[in-house]
């Protein structure tokens, strides 16, 4: 069975209430030769999960300006998407599932300002 455009979700009931907590990674477009370009094709977040019980993440076109939200400011993934990617192995398959949205924004009648970004590691506190 092939779901062309992926598993739709009921984002209530599967993600519960979501808080941002960073930026992930950026994905960026491969060049003809290999080489990486500095073009940017997606970016990915961490979410915290109420209904999972755990981090999430979530993929965001670039098209998209990046969020800036404070840490644990309660979001929302618009029109979210599950899908998979299967890697042939010599047993059968292993098959990853990723999470897919066309924005996250901030909750409706949620304050914006959550708590501000913890401190770096390896940088003090107050720096």
């Not at 069975?1 to 009931?13: F, Q, T």
């Not at 755990?54 to 979210?80: G, H, R, W």
């Amino acid at each position: 069975m092939r779901l062309a455009n992926g598993i739709v979700i009921d984002k209530d009931a599967t993600f519960g209430m979501l808080k941002f907590s960073a930026l992930r990674r950026e994905v960026r477009i491969q060049n003809e030769d290999g080489t990486v370009s500095d073009e940017i094709k997606e970016r990915t977040y961490d979410l915290k999960s109420r209904g999972q019980g755990c981090m999430i993440q979530v993929s965001i076109p670039a098209t998209v300006p990046l969020k800036e939200f404070d840490y644990n400011a309660e979001v929302e993934l618009v029109n979210p998407v599950a899908d998979t990617v299967a890697t042939a192995t010599f047993q059968g398959a292993n098959v990853d599932w990723y999470i897919k949205a066309e924005d996250i924004v901030l909750k409706k009648g949620a304050a914006s300002a959550g708590n501000p970004q913890p401190p770096k590691k390896d940088m003090p506190a107050g720096k």
